[in-house]
């Protein structure tokens, strides 16, 4: 089981960025999925979730209303919109998925997660 984060770089202020999160070897929808990001020397922070078949979607209040999570079943695939970028969202973003048996996604522990991507830079800087 695998997980493939892509789509991350450097922005400008302001900007938007969509991180991709693609799965191999088994059906993302099937799965509570979490994006989390840590920047250098902080702590690892869950962003956004989205639980199992209800499509219950779960943000930090620092980015409501600036991301969005969402899945492509066809293509399995869950994504993270981000827009109106700031300096501090700069980290590396990490998409990770619970175990099967546990349907709903939680934000705010990471070790619930079983299976985790290697990460994508976003840097946000002018």
């Known amino acids: 089981l695998q997980l493939v984060e892509s789509g991350g770089g450097l922005v400008q202020p302001g900007g938007s960025l969509r991180l991709s999160c693609a799965a191999s070897?088994?059906?993302?929808?099937?799965?509570?999925i979490g994006w989390f990001r840590q920047a250098p020397g902080k702590e690892r922070e869950g962003v956004s979730c989205?639980?199992?078949?209800?499509?219950?979607?779960y943000y930090a209040d620092s980015v409501k209303g600036r991301f969005t999570i969402s899945r492509d079943n066809a293509k399995n695939t869950v994504y993270l919109q981000i827009n109106s970028l700031k300096p501090e969202d700069t980290a590396v973003y990490y998409c990770?998925?619970?175990?099967?048996?546990?349907?709903?996604?939680?934000?705010?522990?990471?070790?619930?997660?079983?299976?985790w991507g290697q990460g994508t830079q976003v840097t946000v800087s002018s």
């Open positions: 989205i639980s199992r078949s209800d499509e219950m979607t």
């Open positions: 990770a998925a619970r175990s099967r048996e546990f349907g709903q996604c939680v934000l705010s522990k990471s070790i619930l997660y079983r299976y």
């Open positions: 070897g088994f059906t993302l929808d099937y799965y509570a």
